[in-house]
């Protein structure tokens, strides 16, 4: 197992390294919202990876592969749920910048991670694809799945850093909130428009 799991690590990173919809989301919230807001969306996002590979695991992923329905249901509803945090960040950036304004919760930040990495159909389709690749039985299963949430939990973080350097002149900027809301939607409508 220590090849496969080799391999499996590089394959990971090298997929990890791929920018998609959970990394563009917390990359966002660290350069609207600062690095923890980052880290909290980080863990927010992976917890909603563990969700999709416990659906992987439990075979709903592949009822939800084999259903145009369910799959396009559960797409929707996440386009629809980062259009909604789009258009929140939109509203916001029309009123005046409290100086003393509460930022917001963690916890918040951390379950919006999880609806927006949960309601992705396409984790649970890559998944489908690329475990079995590595995978011999399904007690290697949440090895296999710690060994990858892991991984992209710290690109996840070290994104964050990053982004929180380039957010810190965003966050200053009156149209900080524009560009951030302007980004949900496009990821929502790229979501929408992709197969």
């Not at 995978?135 to 299963?141: A, K, P, Q």
């Not at 070290?158 to 380039?166: K, L, T």
Request: glycine share 10%; charged share 10%.
């Amino acid at each position: 197992m220590t090849g496969r799991m080799l391999a499996f690590m590089l394959a990971s990173l090298t997929l990890i390294a791929i920018p998609g919809p959970n990394m563009i989301f917390i990359v966002t919230r660290s350069a609207a919202h600062g690095l923890r807001a980052g880290v909290a969306s980080a863990f927010g996002v992976e917890t909603g990876t563990l969700l999709q590979l416990t659906l992987v695991g439990a075979g709903l992923a592949t009822l939800v592969a084999a259903s145009p329905l369910a799959f396009s249901v559960i797409k929707y509803a996440g386009v629809g749920y980062l259009a909604y945090i789009g258009l929140r960040a939109l509203r916001n950036a029309r009123k005046p910048a409290a100086a003393n304004a509460p930022p917001t919760p963690r916890r918040r930040l951390f379950l919006d991670g999880v609806l927006v990495s949960a309601f992705n159909p396409k984790v649970a389709l890559f998944f489908l694809a690329f475990l079995p690749q590595f995978v011999r039985s399904e007690g290697e299963l949440p090895a296999f799945g710690a060994v990858f949430i892991a991984l992209a939990l710290a690109a996840d973080i070290a994104s964050c850093f990053a982004a929180d350097a380039i957010g810190r002149w965003l966050r200053v900027r009156s149209g900080g909130s524009r560009v951030v809301g302007s980004i949900y939607l496009g990821l929502g409508l790229f979501t929408a428009v992709s197969a």
